[in-house]
């Protein structure tokens, strides 16, 4: 073991589950002290742990303990503060008696901070009202102008909260005088009483604040905290000469043999219980399943990526372009996907086509496999979790594409070849200067992840089913054609690949689709060309008519009393904020069946899901639109909301959550809508979020930065209060396809701490499954890019099979729960938010 007084400052943060905690390492790490973190989560440190031999190595081993914030009340006997009270009271045990042990500092965390002054006897009790999000100015004392607070005279120190208990200060009873009141908050609660915000122990090296230092909107965290390290010196010093007294000398021998003894242990130990397991775990790029499987069947030669680029004209409209583009090329490659930019602020539009039916993935939870399909026989992949079905993914997205034919841009439209190195290292000094020419989807994964799915992908939470699922968790086709469109430029690129023995026929469809484009009308009408006599598209032929069927909509008093009982959870400490979401089914019946004796997909299906698609891009276009269809469902979706873009080149990601809804009419001006939208509940809703997603990203990017914090984005029957978080220097080992996997589900769908409230809204919503609903939908990219948007604002069908069809589609719904939440004003945003996909069935 290195000398104590060489060591780096060590830090031991305790997670007890919360969402933020993240956001605290970066907030530590980035002192100038520059300390080592390591993260454990307070449940793994059990009594049989604390009281055992490898409990010395580890106060030995850390200057600071951060009992950090989390979900629930301070009782010693509640669950929620797991390990904690062990280590609280086993650093009581060694500072007294024989061992004599020169304690660690301490520093508690809104739980923390509760815990540690209701050891020292101050009650903590609930608030009037709970402050999630919210912000306050502090008011600190003339003890705390000289300690936690020194060199912030004359500042105005705001700071978040998120907290729904408080402590009760009072120094009127015996050993209540040991802790000092350092700060306190300015806005009294309900009952005229200041609330305490920060605290000192009189004569240990504790320190506790009731504020999130680390929230985006709390001003001088980094101050507060470099100041404990400076105001700790000189103890820290003491204690580290004081461990290595013991190591030299004879002086107490089991202590010693446990501190050198037992490092290797306490090592292991870390490795295998700290939070930070997430970033270090790395799937394979190929899986033995898939590898096995690739071994039984033909030699795959190296594949060749075809590109060919065709510029519009100047006044194409673009959307019309698209859904005629989509609609003629469907007669030559049949089933597609679509990605669609419908409105601002999207660029991009990206189309996915085989010649047969494509490699569709699918996954059920809890099912032990995953099927692929194809022209082929179906197979079924054998997988121990839904970490081998990522692991499966991920191996077919390793393409090991050998040249790029860019086809007629040489002389006399001769084809050119270059790398495919060449292509990206292109691309990627073209997003370095910040220009946005080039696509994102060259072929790969386009589909959806259920909610549930994300749920035991990134929170490892046990989905308990009322039902079974209808509809894939997981269903992703993978397209060696694809079509991508940029509305700004008017510049379209079409892409294939394929292996080198199909390079004639694969050329051949580059070269039909570009004969569809220049016949389409809306090109030949930008053109001043006559429209030709070429027949319309089948697909087009399907015109609007009435439905039967009906519409079941969501029970306004049982959606109330799940607000009630949602404003109670919050009023405990168990949650910050919970999106409460809800279901309205459309049963569309009647046969939709064609009679080609298709047991795919139903050609009418397709085509009366293309009219609904075609609807919804009309009365409530967005920027990450989508079309896709399977044999199982239909997804037609106007989402406003990307969840996460990346960029495995540029080591970069983005993300675009949304709390904040009011509804746009003629009568509403975007200056009303932005002070209704600048309310402290608008904005605690919206913070809340980003706090959240700001500590998911630290998982897995070095540098997270809010580029754009609670701005007014105006939709054709909304605005929206958005804000954009950016991840930048992926950490080792990491890809884009991690950070999508570790930060599911979206945090706007579940609220904060997102363990926490997943739970409890399982329990709200009656076990019932969202289904696609507030899961994710986008694409992965063969070059390394990936977007993907929350699904919201859309429908999707399960049933469809038969000759007497009753087709289900269901659309869901919902908002943010706050403390300061109007149950009749959360009804009406949830109406608010259902209208829009609801109006594509107005004639059901």
């Known amino acids: 073991m290195r000398s104590a007084i060489e060591m780096t400052h060590q830090v031991l943060l305790i997670d007890s589950y919360d969402s933020f905690t993240f956001n605290l390492v970066t907030l530590f790490r980035d002192l100038s002290v520059h300390p080592e973190i390591t993260v454990v989560p307070s449940a793994h440190l059990t009594p049989a742990y604390v009281s055992s031999h490898l409990f010395p190595a580890l106060l030995a081993r850390f200057d600071v303990i951060v009992i950090g914030p989390g979900p629930g009340t301070p009782l010693q ?104 009141p350092l700060a306190w908050s300015l806005d009294a609660n309900e009952e005229g009483e200041k609330v305490l915000m920060a605290a000192r122990h009189k004569t240990r090296p504790y320190w506790a604040v009731q504020y999130h230092p680390e929230s985006v909107c709390s001003k001088y965290g980094a101050e507060v905290l470099e100041n404990i390290f400076r105001i700790s010196e000189g103890h820290t010093r003491m204690r580290r000469q004081w461990i290595n007294r013991v190591l030299e000398q004879d002086h107490l021998p089991l202590l010693k043999a446990s501190i050198l003894e037992r490092q290797d242990d306490l090592e292991s130990y870390l490795r295998d219980r700290q939070h930070r397991c997430k970033v270090l775990h790395k799937w394979p790029h190929q899986s033995a399943k898939r590898l096995e499987a690739r071994d039984q069947q033909a030699t795959i030669a190296t594949p060749t990526l075809f590109q060919y680029i065709i510029d519009l004209p100047e006044n194409v409209n673009v959307s019309k372009f698209v859904t005629e583009l989509c609609e003629q090329v469907f007669e030559i490659s049949g089933v597609f996907s679509l990605l669609e930019s419908a409105a601002a602020p999207g660029s991009w539009s990206y189309m996915g086509f085989n010649e047969n039916i494509p490699h569709r993935f699918t996954y059920y939870i809890p099912d032990p496999f995953l099927t692929e399909t194809s022209t082929l026989q179906p197979q079924a992949w054998t997988v121990d979790s839904i970490d081998d079905v990522w692991e499966l993914l991920a191996s077919v997205m390793d393409v090991n594409i050998s040249q790029v034919i860019q086809v007629g841009c040489g002389p006399n439209n001769t084809d050119t070849r270059i790398s495919f190195d060449q292509l990206k290292d292109t691309i990627k000094k073209s997003r370095e200067n910040g220009y946005d020419a080039w696509p994102s989807f060259f072929g790969g994964l386009i589909g959806y992840v259920s909610y549930e799915a994300g749920v035991v992908a990134g929170l490892n939470v046990h989905v308990d089913q009322e039902s079974p699922a209808e509809v894939p968790d997981i269903d992703m086709a993978f397209y060696t054609r694809s079509i991508a ?29 570009a004969e569809c484009i220049e016949k389409l009308p809306e090109v030949r009408r930008a053109k001043g060309c006559p429209p030709t006599e070429r027949g319309i598209a089948s697909l087009s032929k399907f015109r609007d008519k009435k439905v039967p069927g009906e519409i079941r909509l969501p029970d306004k008093d049982e959606y109330l009393t799940k607000i009630d009982r949602a404003k109670e959870y919050l009023a405990s400490g168990d949650s910050y904020e919970l999106c409460v979401t809800d279901q309205t089914v459309i049963i569309e019946k009647g046969s939709l069946h064609d009679g080609s004796g298709d047991s795919n997909i139903s050609f009418k299906e397709m085509r009366s899901d293309w009219v609904f698609y075609k609807r919804m891009k009309t009365t409530n276009p967005a920027p990450y639109s989508c079309f896709f269809r399977s044999k199982k469902s239909a997804l037609i979706g106007m989402s406003p909301e990307r969840f996460l873009r990346w960029d495995n080149n540029l080591g970069e990601c983005e993300l675009r959550p949304i709390k904040g809804t009011v509804k746009r009419t003629s009568k ?10 600048k309310t402290p509940k608008e904005q605690a809703e919206n913070l809340m979020i980003v706090d959240l997603i700001r500590h998911d990203v630290s998982q897995f990017c070095e540098n997270v930065e809010v580029a754009q914090l609670m701005g007014v984005e105006t939709y054709k029957t909304v605005y929206q209060l958005v804000s954009v978080i950016k991840g930048r220097n992926m950490r080792p080992g990491v890809t884009g396809a991690d950070i999508l996997r ?15 409230s997943v739970e409890i809204l399982q329990e709200l919503e009656g076990h019932r499954r969202r289904g696609i609903y507030s899961g994710v939908s986008g694409y992965w990219d063969i070059m390394g890019h990936g ?58």
């Open 77 to 180: 006997e509640d669950p929620d503060m797991g390990g904690i009270p062990h280590v609280w009271h086993a650093i009581d045990k060694y500072s007294t008696g024989s061992y004599r042990w020169v304690p660690p500092v301490v520093f508690g965390v809104c739980l923390g901070f509760q815990w540690i002054l209701l050891r020292h006897g101050h009650p903590v009790v609930r608030l009037p009202r709970p402050r999630h999000g919210l912000i306050s100015v502090l008011d600190v004392t003339e003890e705390g102008r000289h300690d936690l607070f020194a060199g912030l005279d004359g500042k105005e120190i705001e700071c978040v909260r998120y907290h729904s208990l408080y402590v009760q200060y009072d120094n009127k009873f015996a050993g209540n005088e040991d802790i000092v």
């Open 742 to 756: 570790g930060t599911l589900p979206p945090g706007s769908m579940t609220g904060a701490p997102k363990k926490r």
């Open 787 to 844: 977007d993907w948007s929350v699904v919201i604002r859309s429908a999707y069908s399960v049933g469809g099979q038969g000759t007497d069809v009753q087709r289900i589609w269901i659309i869901g719904a919902g908002g943010a729960i706050t403390a300061l939440s109007d149950r009749e004003e959360e009804w009406e945003e949830m109406k608010t938010k259902l209208d829009g996909a609801l109006r594509i069935f107005q004639d059901v």
């Open 485 to 513: 469109v940029n509305h700004k430029t008017k510049r379209v690129f079409i892409h294939t690949f394929e292996e080198q023995n199909f390079v004639t026929i694969y050329r051949s469809w580059i070269l039909r689709v």
């Open 668 to 677: 509403t001006t975007l200056e009303e809508a932005m002070a209704k939208l």
